[in-house]
């Protein structure tokens, strides 16, 4: 991790904090810094933790142990289940019930500041973790929220201003799960049977390290490493009864988008997605996983032999260097391809193994698979507070730099189209801005075109969407190798946005004023300023 100037990324965001600040009234630095440094006493929690951001060296391949950064987690009230540590860099399973109140002691003992965002939750904006609320080293940050999701797999991780790349990468993630009474009812698999798999790829030094990139075209284009760690862990085999069991996967790598398939063929039953549980369960071939999305499986050993052996790869996908020409704008691809091979890391077409499940042991009986899960109200254009406002996030480019809505991050800026009424649902539309690029989408080799032609994993702060609509405009060979794999009948948080696509969701912004952000969640897009603001009021 060498290769980050952190003395020169301080100035910079002291700069951004400090020209920012008298942007908007009510938001002046000093209110963020220094807030929220001692609990409030008037919100009983129910569950409260201590959870601490700091160094640590831990094993995660065979021999030398790894230095990263880890969330280190401590209960000090509530359910003993509440917090799971888990071995590996990751931090702790938080395991939270719809309706608590939470308070988390958040403490920085790194040489850095940081952040904490619960990736997922609906929660104040004091609340979210949004990187003007940074802490320094020694200082501390207490969150309260309550929990008001529903039932289903979050998860929390830093958010710091330029360095949440580098920090998630180096370890600052964590799960969190959330229960309630509509999931208590279906009995799922649980326990033992309910396995987290969070899914990220790392690469190392011969001194078991971690290697990060980056140079400009890597930047571009986001780390890809070419070691895939299940849990925080390299992991041999995860051992399986002949049962069904819950799996709860979430892509927490920094921008690789893996599309996930059974080796053998077996189609993928999906029961929930980043907001929660599905009205019913689906069955795909395979199923697209951009980072921060998750995805919850019913996956059912039965009938398989003792010995035997399951594997979870990623499928091989066109868009990359196997393919030249078509819809997608296979020459920009080829380039993408070609970078991956020029720095090592497994290209993003690749057939990889993520995990792999030994059968140990056969038992008799397993429970089945509900035929209706959680009652989902879908939302249609009925329920948009004014129909004739589309909000737009454009996904655009200008100066070697992505940007949204032709910006790029400014602390708490937001311009007139970024201002959401509190309490209304808006439609979103979702799209790529090709103005001043020449079409470089579809002509383009390399350089400008084939940037426009990334897929972008669009994240939005607070309240869970549903996506309406999809529209591919460059139908063709490539996207029928991936287009089978989404899911849009559940909540999300974020949606994958191919090059070529066009995407309509459906957003409420309940309950909370304040500033809250929309990104990329490609974390080098992210940190390279793909991210804004929406200011809910
Ligand atoms: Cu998972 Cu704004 O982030
Ligand atoms: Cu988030
Ligand atoms: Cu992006």
Redesign the pocket.
């Known amino acids: 991790m060498t290769h980050i100037d952190y003395k020169r990324r301080q100035f910079l965001q002291y700069a951004a904090l400090g020209t920012l600040a008298t942007t908007l009234p009510g938001f002046a630095l000093a209110e963020s810094r220094g807030l929220n440094q001692t609990p409030n006493n008037l919100f009983k929690a129910d569950v409260e933790i201590a959870l601490t951001a700091q160094t640590a060296d831990i094993p995660i391949l065979p021999g030398a142990h790894t230095h990263v950064f880890k969330y280190h987690g401590k209960l000090l009230k509530g359910p003993q289940t509440a917090l799971k540590e888990l071995p590996g860099y990751l931090g702790p399973i938080l395991n939270f019930e719809q309706g608590q109140k939470v308070r988390i002691y958040f403490y920085n003992q790194l040489p850095e500041p940081c952040v904490t965002h619960w990736h997922g939750m609906h929660v104040p904006q004091v609340m979210d973790g949004h990187p003007m609320y940074a802490i320094y080293r020694g200082e501390q940050y207490v969150y309260e929220f309550e929990v008001k999701n529903p039932t289903g797999t979050n998860w929390y991780h830093s958010h710091t201003h330029e360095l949440t790349a580098t920090q998630v990468y180096q370890g600052l993630a964590g799960l969190i799960t959330i229960s309630d009474e509509a999931e208590r009812k279906l009995d799922l698999p649980s326990g033992e049977f309910d396995i987290p798999l969070v899914i990220q790829d790392r690469s190392f030094t011969n001194g078991n390290q971690l290697r990060y990139i980056l140079n400009r075209h890597q930047r571009m284009r986001g780390f890809l490493g070419d070691t895939i760690l299940v849990n925080g862990q390299e992991i041999s085999a995860i051992p399986v009864k002949t049962r069904a069991y819950r799996m709860r996967i979430l892509n927490g790598s920094n921008s690789r988008i893996y599309k996930l398939g059974w080796e053998d063929g077996t189609p993928m039953i999906a029961i929930g997605t980043d907001g929660g549980l599905l009205e019913k369960p689906e069955t795909l071939p395979y199923i697209m996983l951009a980072p921060a999305e998750r995805v919850e499986l019913w996956v059912d050993f039965s009938g398989r032999k003792p010995g035997s052996d399951l594997m979870l790869q990623n499928l091989a996908y066109q868009g990359s260097a196997s393919h030249r020409g078509g819809g997608m704008g296979g020459g920009m691809h080829q380039d993408m391809g070609r970078m991956d091979m020029m720095d090592g890391a497994s290209a993003q077409n690749e057939v990889i193994s993520i995990a792999k499940f030994h059968i140990i042991e056969q038992i008799s009986d397993s429970p089945k698979l509900p035929v209706e899960l959680v009652p989902m109200r879908r939302l249609t254009t009925q329920d948009i507070s004014n129909p004739d406002k589309t909000v737009p996030i454009a996904i655009g480019m200008r100066h070697m730099a992505?940007q949204l809505n032709g910006k790029t991050f400014d602390m708490q800026g937001h311009t007139e189209l970024e201002k959401i009424p509190v309490n209304s649902v808006q439609k979103i539309k979702i799209y790529h801005d090709n103005r001043g690029m020449g079409g470089g989408m579809r002509g383009g080799r390399g350089g400008m075109g084939m940037m426009m032609a990334?897929p972008?994993p669009i994240h939005l702060h607070g309240q869970q969407f549903q996506i309406l609509s999809r529209t591919q405009i460059n139908q063709g060979n490539v996207y029928d190798t991936i287009k089978d794999g989404f899911i849009n009948s559940g909540w999300k948080d974020t949606a994958l946005v191919m090059p070529g696509e066009e995407i309509e969701i459906i957003k409420p912004f309940k309950d909370f004023t304040g500033l809250f952000l929309y990104h990329?969640h490609?974390l080098e897009?992210e940190d390279m300023g793909?991210m804004r603001n929406f200011f809910v009021s």
């Open positions: 992505f990334m972008h990329c490609n897009h793909m």
